[in-house]
């Protein structure tokens, strides 16, 4: 890890400063191609993550286009893989390569906005006019102490997915609390012993938050910049128990899932194994791929709230945001506002299967008359919600602190007071070691 002075004024002045010495030595960085030294020409880097889109040199292609023709500047896009993108760009903050402009997950903004990496583009924003417009749960992820380090681009959100056959032959209609939820899965139980009613994934912590959250509990919280685990308290207890219960006391699922991940779900039901999962916004598209006999046979609706309403759920995505090592801030605020707003976000949504980053974009998708689009986009604008933006956070997550809670419950190793009591110390101590 790059090494971090006392204050975060001083972390950006020092990762400029490293950045400005490679861009010096190495010609990298915004115009530091070779075109760009000999002709000066204006030139961006762009780091994007790869399989979000999984045909974007198109869509990459036309929208360097329409930049060069409206800036004159160039883009080098290139594609960096999900699993190795977090080191790759903690290697570059240390030696100062970053590229201009990146897509940066949600949970790994306030990571690198405390190292001083990345700009704060809340003025921008302001400038803008964008200020009422981005989805809240998204500029919440991109923020840090006050400063927006991460403009909203795209993001997903877990909701239930289910067999609307099954529910039409047993005359179900989805349910709207956790109670119904419990008596939908009873009659499926009952009437259809070939099926999974509900299989619990234990290696599957954002599906865990909606009932911790939902019953009145917090992952963690902040009081005069400590943070705390919130994981044991008797609200989040009490939303982890029903949680757990689906599997356990109910019989929705199989002892196996106790070591499920999210795909394995997906599988499941991809196979007809399931009657409901949970499951994100992005994968039904994916379903229908795996099983096209599944076709015109699958809805989906919100994860509810204990007694009505909707459980908040967890907004997975990335936002757009511009390293400090940039030689030209202006241009580079561009291209991110370019790619997060209007045509290009819209085109970006519906290629990916993710939704954008505007509220206006967002509410268009909620009254989608498709019904594998419009629960999840509801679920997203009423209820959408950010994990702690800590740097901190993404070590609980690297730790898999939440998911070994999960599955020693669901295992019977642990019962949820003795579980979330070891989760909450473990991330009390990553919390102090980090303070």
Request: glycine share 12%; charged share 20%.
């Amino acid at each position: 890890m790059w090494s971090m002075p006392g204050s975060r004024a001083a972390r950006r002045t020092a990762v400029a400063a490293t950045a400005a010495a490679a861009l010096a030595l190495a010609g990298c960085g915004s115009g530091g191609d070779e075109g760009g030294a000999a002709g000066g020409d204006r030139a961006l880097t762009v780091w994007i993550m790869e399989g979000t889109n999984p045909d974007a040199e198109p869509f990459f292609s036309e929208l360097s286009t329409a930049f060069q023709e409206r800036t004159g500047a160039t883009l080098d896009v290139q594609f960096v893989q999900w699993a190795s993108a977090h080191d790759r760009f903690v290697t570059s903050i240390a030696g100062g390569t970053t590229p201009d402009v990146a897509e940066v997950g949600t949970t790994w903004v306030g990571e690198f906005g405390d190292a001083g990496a990345l700009v704060d583009l809340t003025s921008r924003v302001q400038e803008a006019g964008l200020s009422d417009g981005l989805v809240d749960g998204l500029v919440e992820a991109g923020t840090l102490d006050g400063a927006l380090y991460g403009m909203p681009w795209y993001a997903g959100v877990r909701s239930l997915v289910y067999r609307t056959d099954v529910f039409a032959e047993l005359g179900l209609t989805p349910p709207t609390t956790w109670d119904e939820l419990v008596a939908v899965g009873q009659r499926i139980k009952e009437a259809r012993p070939d099926l999974l009613p509900l299989p619990i994934a234990g290696d599957n912590e954002f599906i865990v938050y909606p009932f911790l959250w939902g019953a009145g509990g917090q992952i963690a919280t902040q009081n005069g910049g400590t943070w705390t685990s919130g994981v044991d308290s008797p609200e989040s207890r009490a939303g982890i128990q029903f949680y757990a219960d689906l599997a356990l006391t109910h019989g929705f699922s199989t002892p196996a899932a106790a070591t499920w991940r999210e795909t394995d779900l997906r599988d499941s039901f991809t196979k007809g194994q399931s009657a409901m999962i949970f499951s994100g916004s992005w994968t039904p598209k994916a379903i229908l791929e795996a099983a096209p006999d599944l076709e015109g046979k699958i809805g989906a609706f919100p994860i509810p709230g204990p007694d009505g309403g909707l459980a908040p759920s967890v907004l997975g995505g990335s936002l757009l945001s511009v390293f400090e090592g940039t030689d030209d801030e202006d241009l580079a605020w561009q291209l991110v506002e370019m790619m997060g707003t209007g045509e290009f976000a819209s085109k970006w949504a519906g290629e990916s299967s993710y939704f954008p980053g505007t509220k206006a974009l967002l509410d268009e998708a909620a009254q989608s008359p498709d019904p594998l689009v419009a629960p999840f986009a509801r679920q997203m604008v009423e209820s959408g919600r950010s994990v702690p933006v800590t740097p901190l956070f993404g070590q609980i997550q690297g730790k898999k602190t939440i998911a070994a809670m999960m599955r020693s419950i669901l295992t019977g190793e642990a019962t949820v007071e003795q579980a979330t009591s070891t989760a909450a110390a473990e991330m009390n101590q990553i919390f102090a070691d980090g303070a």
